[in-house]
């Protein structure tokens, strides 16, 4: 037994999460991100998908006299289910939750997380996420009280950040169209884009990115300014929300 002592201890020493696996269990709150990027493409389905699998297997390891809670990261902070051990009630919130099309606040949602724990105890905050949200870094260092599960995939991305339009300096109804391309994959991509006013086409191109490049590209426009100005990216990638972006304007100039 002093052998098997040792050994133990040496071994969590050379990994101190190990430190945690005869620490009792306590109660577990758990952070789902529901923001946008959690709709990419991953190797079975999608980011999401692969954070529900996670979610579901978290609550069939649950105890049975410990309890869970979910809340979910989008648009704003939900409280989706509160403490519970009730099983089929987490499991069916968890079936019924899809992302969002927009960013969200994922850090908020874990501040607000570790308001639940109880002070000495063992409870912790696991977060589910893709990482891909502002101060993510502050959040994926594994601790006592939080357990980061990434989740990966969908990697290859090609997206329009940005869609505006502004007055040319040297006419009244003159105007510059600025579309804002990023490609946030690991090579080099090629896809048309095309931007239109209503059902007018103002430019149609082929834009070339390297792996990690973005481009502004700048299109000229005379006349009025009313309808939906619409650019789209003609790409089949990880990721298809960010392929479109449409801005709706009226006769008041920018």
Do not use: C
């Not at 050379?14 to 952070?31: E, F, I, M, Q, R």
């Not at 954070?51 to 410990?66: I, N, T, Y």
């Not at 502004?216 to 009025?224: A, F, K, T």
């Not at 392929?243 to 006769?251: E, G, Y």
């Amino acid at each position: 037994l002093q052998l098997l002592a040792a050994a133990l201890l040496i071994a969590a020493l050379a990994d101190p999460k190990l430190l945690h696996l005869a620490a009792p269990a306590g109660d577990t709150v758990v952070v789902m991100d529901l923001t946008a990027s959690m709709g990419a493409k991953g190797p079975a389905g999608t980011r999401f998908d692969a954070a529900r699998r996670e979610f579901l297997s978290l609550v069939d390891g649950m105890p049975a006299d410990k309890r869970m809670m979910l809340i979910g990261a989008g648009a704003e902070t939900r409280l989706i289910v509160p403490f519970t051990s009730d099983k089929r009630r987490l499991k069916e919130a968890a079936r019924n939750l899809t992302p969002v099309h927009s960013a969200g606040q994922v850090k908020e949602a874990i501040l607000f997380a570790h308001a639940f724990l109880k002070k000495g105890s063992p409870d912790r905050v696991v977060v589910i996420s893709d990482a891909a949200f502002r101060a993510a870094e502050e959040f994926t260092r594994e601790a006592a009280y939080l357990q980061f599960v990434k989740i990966a995939g969908g990697a290859e991305n090609t997206g329009i950040i940005g869609l505006d339009i502004r007055r040319h300096p040297e006419g009244s109804e003159r105007y510059q169209v600025l579309a804002h391309v990023r490609n946030f994959g690991a090579k080099t991509v090629r896809a048309p884009l095309t931007v239109t006013l209503g059902q007018t086409v103002l430019a149609r191109q082929e834009v070339e990115l390297g792996a990690g490049a973005r481009r502004v590209l700048v299109y000229p426009y005379e006349g009025d300014l009313a309808g939906i100005l619409t650019a789209q990216l003609e790409i089949d990638d990880d990721f298809a929300t960010d392929n479109r972006a449409a801005l709706a304007l009226s006769a008041a100039a920018p």
